[in-house]
C-alpha cells in the first residue's frame, strides 16, 4: 500500500511553505510516528511525522517552496527500506580469534603493518603538517576523517571549488591573498520565516508613528535580591531566579496603570484589553521568534520563570506551536544578553509597544548627594504614537523603574507597602 505524505496547513492564511530539511534518506526505512521533514512557514517551523511503517521515496527537495496539501514523500507499507548505519566499535567487528592472533604476532610485523597502515591513510587526503597535527591530536585518524568526507553531503558550493581547482589553478576571485584570506561568497536562499520577518519589520516602520522614550534602572534592589534568594528559589520551584520575571512583573503593573499602552488598532478601532499577554522576544538559528506568555499579570515570579524557560527552549527547538506565538498584547525584548547598551525595539504587530532591556553596566549614580557606583541598565519602550501619548507611555517607563528599584512594591501590586501596612 503507498501512503502519501503531503503538507499539512500550519494555520490559517498560510497557503504554501518551504522544505527546510530532510530528517530521513530516500529508501530509508521509517516507522509510524518517526519525524521525517521540518517545514518553515511564514510564522513557525513545524516538522512533518511519516503515517505508517514502511519504505519512504522524497519527492521534493530541500529549499523547495511548497503549497498546503502537496505531496512530499510516499511511503510503501509492503515494502523493506535500508536501514540507518551505525557505527559499531572496531573491536567488536573483528572476530575473537584475529585479535588474538593480532596480538602473539611479532613485533616487526607489527611495526610494519603499522606503516603500511600509515601509508595508506596518509594517501586518503592530502592534509597539511598543520591540520595531520590537529587531527592526531584529538585522537582521530586520517581514514576516519576521509569517511567523514565521503559521508559528506556536497552542494554548490564545494562542485564550483572542485572546478576551479580541477587544473590545480583557481579562478582569480577564489585565489587566497598572501595573507591567507579569500574572495568567497556564498548564496543561500531566505527562509519563509526570515522573508516574513522582513516584510513585517518594514511594515512597522511604514504603517506606525513609531517613537521611542528611554530611562534608566538602578539595579541594585534586584541583584541583591537575586544574590540573597536564588539558591533557595532554585531549590523549591526548580527554576533558576532571573531578571525577566521581575520585569515581566513590573510590566503588567505597568500597564494596569498606563492601559492605553495595552492597546491596538483595529481598522477605525481601539482595543484595549484587560489581560496582559506579554511575547517574550527568542533569538533561534531559523530567527527571531516571540513565544507569549498569557495572562502574565496572573503569575508569581516563580510561575513566570517556569512558563519563560519551557517557551524559550521550545523556541531554540523549532518546537513551538502557532499558538504559541499568537495574541499578545506587548513584547519584551532583552538585547542585552548580547551586550547591547541601548537600542531603539521595533514594535511587534498589531501590538502597540515594546519594551527593550540592556545590559548591566556599573556607572556613577547619585544618591542622596553623594556619588556611588550601582549597576545601572537603560531601558526603552518603541510605542505607537498614533493611539500612546507620550505622557502615557513615559509613565508607564517610569513605573516599570519604579517597580524594579522597589520590588517590595510588586508583591502589593504596585502600592506602596508602608502606606498599605497604615491602610493610608
Request: glycine share 8%.
Given at each position: 500500500m503507498i501512503i502519501e505524505i503531503k503538507v499539512p496547513s500550519p494555520g490559517e492564511s498560510i497557503t504554501e511553505v518551504q522544505l527546510a530539511s530532510w530528517l530521513v534518506d530516500d529508501g530509508e526505512q521509517v516507522e509510524k510516528d518517526d519525524e521525517i521533514a521540518e517545514i518553515d512557514s511564514d510564522k513557525a517551523t513545524l516538522t512533518i511525522s511519516a503515517e505508517d511503517t514502511g519504505k519512504i521515496s522524497l519527492k521534493a527537495a530541500e529549499g523547495d517552496t511548497l503549497e498546503v496539501g502537496a505531496v512530499i514523500a510516499t511511503i510503501n507499507t509492503e515494502a523493506q527500506g535500508k536501514k540507518k548505519e551505525t557505527p559499531a566499535r572496531e573491536k567488536e567487528d573483528?572476530?575473537?580469534?584475529?585479535?588474538?592472533?593480532?596480538?602473539?604476532?611479532?613485533?616487526?610485523?607489527?611495526?610494519k603493518a603499522?606503516?603500511?597502515?600509515?601509508?595508506?591513510?596518509?594517501?586518503?587526503?592530502?592534509?597539511?603538517?598543520?591540520?595531520?597535527?590537529?587531527l592526531h591530536e584529538s585522537g582521530s585518524t586520517e581514514k576516519e576523517f576521509a569517511d567523514f568526507l565521503r559521508k559528506f553531503r556536497a552542494g554548490k558550493k564545494d562542485v564550483a571549488f572542485f572546478l576551479d581547482h580541477k587544473q590545480g589553478q583557481a579562478s582569480p576571485l577564489a585565489q587566497a591573498s598572501e595573507q591567507g584570506g579569500t574572495r568567497d561568497t556564498e548564496r543561500k536562499k531566505m527562509s519563509t520565516l526570515r522573508i516574513k520577518l522582513s516584510e513585517r519589520l518594514v511594515s512597522v516602520k511604514n504603517e506606525t508613528a513609531m517613537l521611542t522614550t528611554f530611562n534608566e534602572v538602578n539595579m541594585s534592589?534586584?541583584?541583591?535580591?537575586?544574590?540573597k534568594y536564588k539558591e533557595a528559589f532554585k531549590e523549591k520551584f526548580g527554576v533558576g531566579l532571573g531578571f525577566m520575571s521581575?520585569?515581566?512583573k513590573a510590566v503588567t503593573i505597568g500597564l494596569q496603570h498606563f492601559p492605553k499602552v495595552n492597546t491596538q488598532i483595529d481598522g477605525e478601532e481601539i482595543v484595549t484589553f484587560k489581560y496582559a499577554d506579554v511575547g517574550i522576544a527568542v533569538s533561534t538559528p531559523k530567527g527571531l521568534m516571540v513565544p507569549v506568555i498569557r495572562n502574565a499579570e496572573q503569575l508569581a515570579l516563580h510561575e513566570i520563570e517556569i512558563k519563560i524557560k519551557e517557551l524559550a527552549t521550545r523556541a531554540r527547538d523549532g518546537k513551538l506551536s502557532l499558538d504559541e506565538m499568537k495574541g499578545g498584547t506587548f513584547t519584551i525584548t532583552n538585547g542585552g544578553v548580547f551586550g547591547s547598551m541601548l537600542s531603539t525595539p521595533?514594535?511587534?504587530?498589531?501590538?502597540?509597544?515594546?519594551l527593550g532591556?540592556?545590559?548591566?553596566v556599573e556607572r556613577p549614580v547619585a544618591?542622596?548627594?553623594?556619588?556611588?557606583?550601582h549597576p545601572v541598565m537603560y531601558v526603552a519602550v518603541s510605542y505607537d504614537h498614533r493611539i500612546i501619548d507620550g505622557s502615557e507611555s513615559v509613565g508607564f517607563l517610569v513605573k516599570?523603574?519604579?517597580?524594579?528599584?522597589n520590588p517590595e512594591k510588586m508583591l502589593l501590586g504596585g502600592a506602596d507597602p508602608i502606606q498599605s501596612l497604615l491602610q493610608l
Amino acid at each position: 500500500m503507498i501512503i502519501e505524505i503531503k503538507v499539512p496547513s500550519p494555520g490559517e492564511s498560510i497557503t504554501e511553505v518551504q522544505l527546510a530539511s530532510w530528517l530521513v534518506d530516500d529508501g530509508e526505512q521509517v516507522e509510524k510516528d518517526d519525524e521525517i521533514a521540518e517545514i518553515d512557514s511564514d510564522k513557525a517551523t513545524l516538522t512533518i511525522s511519516a503515517e505508517d511503517t514502511g519504505k519512504i521515496s522524497l519527492k521534493a527537495a530541500e529549499g523547495d517552496t511548497l503549497e498546503v496539501g502537496a505531496v512530499i514523500a510516499t511511503i510503501n507499507t509492503e515494502a523493506q527500506g535500508k536501514k540507518k548505519e551505525t557505527p559499531a566499535r572496531e573491536k567488536e567487528d573483528k572476530p575473537e580469534q584475529e585479535v588474538k592472533e593480532s596480538d602473539t604476532k611479532p613485533e616487526k610485523k607489527e611495526e610494519k603493518a603499522e606503516e603500511t597502515k600509515k601509508t595508506e591513510e596518509d594517501s586518503l587526503v592530502n592534509l597539511s603538517p598543520l591540520a595531520k597535527k590537529l587531527l592526531h591530536e584529538s585522537g582521530s585518524t586520517e581514514k576516519e576523517f576521509a569517511d567523514f568526507l565521503r559521508k559528506f553531503r556536497a552542494g554548490k558550493k564545494d562542485v564550483a571549488f572542485f572546478l576551479d581547482h580541477k587544473q590545480g589553478q583557481a579562478s582569480p576571485l577564489a585565489q587566497a591573498s598572501e595573507q591567507g584570506g579569500t574572495r568567497d561568497t556564498e548564496r543561500k536562499k531566505m527562509s519563509t520565516l526570515r522573508i516574513k520577518l522582513s516584510e513585517r519589520l518594514v511594515s512597522v516602520k511604514n504603517e506606525t508613528a513609531m517613537l521611542t522614550t528611554f530611562n534608566e534602572v538602578n539595579m541594585s534592589p534586584v541583584m541583591e535580591i537575586r544574590n540573597k534568594y536564588k539558591e533557595a528559589f532554585k531549590e523549591k520551584f526548580g527554576v533558576g531566579l532571573g531578571f525577566m520575571s521581575f520585569f515581566t512583573k513590573a510590566v503588567t503593573i505597568g500597564l494596569q496603570h498606563f492601559p492605553k499602552v495595552n492597546t491596538q488598532i483595529d481598522g477605525e478601532e481601539i482595543v484595549t484589553f484587560k489581560y496582559a499577554d506579554v511575547g517574550i522576544a527568542v533569538s533561534t538559528p531559523k530567527g527571531l521568534m516571540v513565544p507569549v506568555i498569557r495572562n502574565a499579570e496572573q503569575l508569581a515570579l516563580h510561575e513566570i520563570e517556569i512558563k519563560i524557560k519551557e517557551l524559550a527552549t521550545r523556541a531554540r527547538d523549532g518546537k513551538l506551536s502557532l499558538d504559541e506565538m499568537k495574541g499578545g498584547t506587548f513584547t519584551i525584548t532583552n538585547g542585552g544578553v548580547f551586550g547591547s547598551m541601548l537600542s531603539t525595539p521595533i514594535i511587534n504587530p498589531p501590538q502597540s509597544a515594546i519594551l527593550g532591556m540592556h545590559n548591566i553596566v556599573e556607572r556613577p549614580v547619585a544618591v542622596n548627594g553623594k556619588v556611588e557606583i550601582h549597576p545601572v541598565m537603560y531601558v526603552a519602550v518603541s510605542y505607537d504614537h498614533r493611539i500612546i501619548d507620550g505622557s502615557e507611555s513615559v509613565g508607564f517607563l517610569v513605573k516599570v523603574k519604579e517597580m524594579l528599584e522597589n520590588p517590595e512594591k510588586m508583591l502589593l501590586g504596585g502600592a506602596d507597602p508602608i502606606q498599605s501596612l497604615l491602610q493610608l
